[in-house]
């Protein structure tokens, strides 16, 4: 399913609430103890993804059995499975509000039952103005206008609802993360910061923390997280799973306490100091959709002593191992204004590439003489794609784009300026893609690329090789999980197409429409490469029958069951997984 809608109080009571209706209602509140009580329902969503759908459906029912008085639930419709009544974005947007406004309220909804039910009517009511009106007039403006005009402004006016609605998978980010961790430290000596300093040196200066450290603590948060919602009727009947004992929860490793007030001064902060930080934060961007504050801050304290914190969303949390790695060394070099900032996300997309070529190579290895990791021209001796991977009559051709576009691109709600993001990013890809299959099987002159190690050309991609390609099938893969969406993924298709209309490639060659898929997507599609082809998985994902508001996860949960595939998860990740546990727990002397 591409999304599940909201449920409307205008859709039940027939009048639209006004932003002062709504207000109103959110005044009567108890900031501290309402904001503390929605930071755990939205933590309670954020645990269960779009593929957890079981568990899902249990606390949204929970929560409409325990916040929606008879009265409401009579007025719901009577088939709710593809909607929603309570969703991140809007517990987010509520949350936000109670921590900006200025005066108290009385009711406290942990206590009272009729303040609880008037906190549930307020979340309905916070749906109708999410559903921006000034958005709207755009779509039925563009109603006589072509399907790409059409779908471009629905990707603008999604990418950020879609970006919560589709968060990465712990397990995957946690083994990634520290996979990027192990190539950092390799090739350490490549990039260093004016100062001379390393990206783990930069790191450790701005946060008082050692990368690996950082990595560990916000591992071990996840993992007591990601076991605690194992089941939710579990969380239910002890709601103190949510909160984390800061003296205690690293208190049987050998980890510094210094440290662990490193790691909690990064990650968590109070509500007074999260209020500050949200004022003014917006700007240009569209305040229902720009929840940096709490992506920094993903934990906060519920007490005055700072002892016990709980977190504001799992999957900001789970955000904090690897984008919260990249945007904390970034912002501590962004106003400098000197090379390093193109230095660094230039040796980050190095990284990203070296990470997706050892996943490939695994698959492929050096002896079949089939991918190309990094493979150079002739020629030209510069690199032709990121990766290729040879099928006999058909090449998959890849860029990868490790870094993530920025806030005012996903949040703004401006078409241009979200072009104008992509273009700086993953824009930059389609370019290269169609530059390359315009060089190896380009009208005029072709050139051929090999695959080298240490500089020694191994095995190549000859003339004879171009000759038996039939099909080939262009490729990116991406790290920023707001081009999940599946509307991303038709955007860049249509300018990709327009990229190779001013190529040259020879009259034969079948160049088949673009596929964006991000890392994830690629972990979890390389779990099957053993018993089909990437090409037959991509079919699936270009044909026809995929509508541009799906995912690619969409796709290949339909190509499995078509071809009676059972689902399985990556086991690289699963294994990479288990030896994480293992020596975490000897280096931080961590019993069971």
């Not at 945007?327 to 900032?341: F, Q, Y």
């Not at 230039?346 to 050096?366: H, T």
């Not at 086991?571 to 961590?590: G, T």
């Amino acid at each position: 399913m591409p999304f599940r809608t909201p449920i409307y109080f205008s859709e039940l009571y027939g009048d639209e609430p006004t932003e002062d209706d709504v207000n109103k209602r959110i005044d009567q509140f108890a900031n501290l103890p309402t904001v503390q009580l929605l930071a755990m329902i939205n933590t309670f969503l954020s645990f269960y993804r779009h593929d957890e759908e079981e568990k899902a459906n249990y606390v949204q029912g929970f929560l409409i059995q325990n916040f929606a008085s008879e009265e409401v639930r009579n007025r719901l419709p009577k088939d709710t499975k593809d909607r929603l009544f309570f969703h991140r974005q809007q517990l987010l947007f509520l949350i936000k509000k109670l921590l900006l406004k200025d005066t108290d309220g009385k009711q406290d909804p942990n206590h009272e039952v009729a303040a609880r039910y008037e906190l549930g009517l307020t979340c309905l009511m916070i749906n109708d103005p999410l559903n921006n009106k000034e958005q709207t007039k755009k779509l039925e403006a563009l109603k006589d206008e072509n399907e790409e005009a059409i779908l471009s402004e629905l990707f603008v006016q999604l990418i950020g609802s879609s970006e919560l609605s589709n968060p990465p998978d712990v397990m995957h980010s946690i083994v990634r993360s520290e996979e990027f961790f192990n190539i950092f430290q390799r090739r350490k000596e490549e990039m260093k910061f004016k100062n001379g300093q390393t990206v783990t040196e930069r790191f450790c200066e701005v946060t008082g923390l050692d990368l690996q450290q950082y990595l560990w603590m916000a591992f071990c948060l996840c993992v007591i997280y990601d076991v605690a919602s194992d089941k939710p009727e579990d969380l239910i009947a002890n709601p103190g799973k949510f909160n984390i004992d800061v003296n205690t929860v690293f208190a049987k490793t050998n980890l510094p306490k210094d440290s662990v007030r490193a790691f909690f001064k990064t990650t968590t902060t109070n509500t007074k100091e999260l209020a500050e930080t949200l004022k003014g934060a917006n700007g240009p961007l569209l305040p229902e959709l720009e929840f940096t504050a709490f992506r920094t801050y993903p934990l906060f304290y519920l007490n005055e002593e700072q002892n016990v914190a709980t977190t504001l969303d799992f999957q900001f949390l789970t955000d904090k191992l690897c984008a919260g790695v990249f945007h904390t060394t970034l912002n501590s070099i962004r106003v400098e204004e000197n090379k390093d900032w193109h230095s660094f996300t230039g040796f980050w997309g190095k990284v990203f590439e070296e990470y997706v070529n050892d996943r490939l190579r695994e698959c492929f290895p050096l002896s079949g003489e089939r991918f190309y990791a990094s493979p150079h021209l002739t020629k030209e001796n510069q690199e032709a794609f990121d990766g290729a991977i040879d099928y006999g009559n058909a090449l998959v051709v890849i860029e990868y784009k490790g870094t993530y576009l920025t806030r005012e691109a996903k949040y703004s709600g401006q078409l241009e300026t979200l072009m104008e993001g992509i273009n700086k990013n993953v824009g930059k890809a389609v370019t290269q893609l169609a530059d390359g299959i315009e060089k190896v099987f380009g009208a005029n002159q072709q050139d051929t690329f090999s695959q080298r190690t240490a500089g020694n050309v191994v095995y190549t991609f000859g003339k004879e090789d171009a000759e038996r390609v039939k099909k080939i099938y262009p490729l990116i893969i991406v790290q920023d999980f707001a081009l999940s969406i599946g509307l991303a993924n038709y955007k860049l298709r249509q300018e990709f197409k327009r990229a190779l209309e001013q190529r040259k490639i020879i009259a034969e060659m079948n160049v088949m429409p673009l596929s964006l898929i991000t890392i994830e997507d690629f972990e979890k599609a390389m779990a099957y490469i053993d018993e089909v082809t990437l090409t037959d998985i991509i079919d699936e994902y270009i044909s026809p029958k995929h509508e541009p508001l799906f995912t690619f996860e969409n796709s290949l949960v339909r190509f499995l069951e078509k071809h009676g595939i059972a689902w399985r998860d990556n086991q690289w990740i699963v294994e990479r997984r288990a030896a994480m546990n293992k020596a975490i727990k000897e280096k931080l002397n961590m019993g069971d």
